[in-house]
């Protein structure tokens, strides 16, 4: 527990706003995307991954640029792309099987709720993978 609370205060506010802010930004682009093709007729696995695809590649720019940037340089790469696209694959893979399996739950436009709650939940978890492992 201690490892964890030091590491958490290591975490800057500025860091903290900017990944809001952009992952906001996502967050819309990536909604708006997913419901768009699924009311369009794709089926949601697909949808769910050209939303996230889209967002991420946005995503990666923005948080490298800014959000987790040094002061007077900015954290991107190939080796840093590297870790996000892996962090990316297995945060696609959990979104996907639970959009999924909200379809198959409760079919009909529920999908549109759970696709918004789906996403913040993953993006708390994503911060840390984003700071800790892809542009650290």
Same mark, same amino acid.
């Given at each position: 527990?201690? #490892?964890?609370?030091?590491?958490? @205060?290591?975490?800057? /506010?500025?860091?903290?706003?900017?990944?809001?802010? *952009?992952?906001?930004? @996502?967050?819309?682009?990536?909604?708006?995307?997913?419901?768009?093709?699924?009311?369009?007729?794709?089926?949601?696995?697909?949808?769910?991954?050209?939303?996230?695809?889209? #967002?991420?590649?946005?995503?990666?720019?923005?948080?490298? =640029? /800014?959000?987790? +940037?040094?002061?007077?340089? @900015?954290?991107?790469?190939?080796? =840093? /792309?590297? =870790? /996000?696209?892996?962090?990316? *694959?297995?945060?696609?893979?959990?979104?996907?099987?639970?959009? @999924?399996?909200?379809?198959?739950?409760?079919?009909?436009?529920?999908?549109? !709720? +759970?696709?918004?709650? *789906?996403? *913040?939940?993953?993006?708390? !978890?994503?911060?840390?993978? !984003?700071?800790?492992?892809?542009?650290?």
């Amino acid at each position: 527990m201690d #490892a964890l609370q030091k590491r958490w @205060q290591r975490v800057p /506010f500025r860091e903290v706003l900017t990944y809001l802010l *952009i992952g906001g930004t @996502q967050f819309v682009l990536d909604w708006a995307l997913f419901s768009l093709l699924h009311w369009l007729g794709m089926p949601a696995s697909p949808a769910n991954l050209l939303g996230r695809a889209t #967002a991420a590649l946005l995503g990666f720019y923005l948080n490298g =640029r /800014f959000t987790f +940037a040094e002061p007077g340089g @900015q954290k991107l790469g190939g080796a =840093r /792309f590297g =870790r /996000f696209v892996l962090a990316w *694959i297995l945060m696609t893979v959990l979104s996907t099987v639970l959009v @999924q399996a909200v379809v198959w739950l409760w079919p009909g436009p529920m999908v549109y !709720l +759970a696709k918004p709650a *789906i996403e *913040i939940l993953l993006a708390f !978890l994503n911060f840390f993978v !984003l700071k800790w492992f892809v542009y650290r």
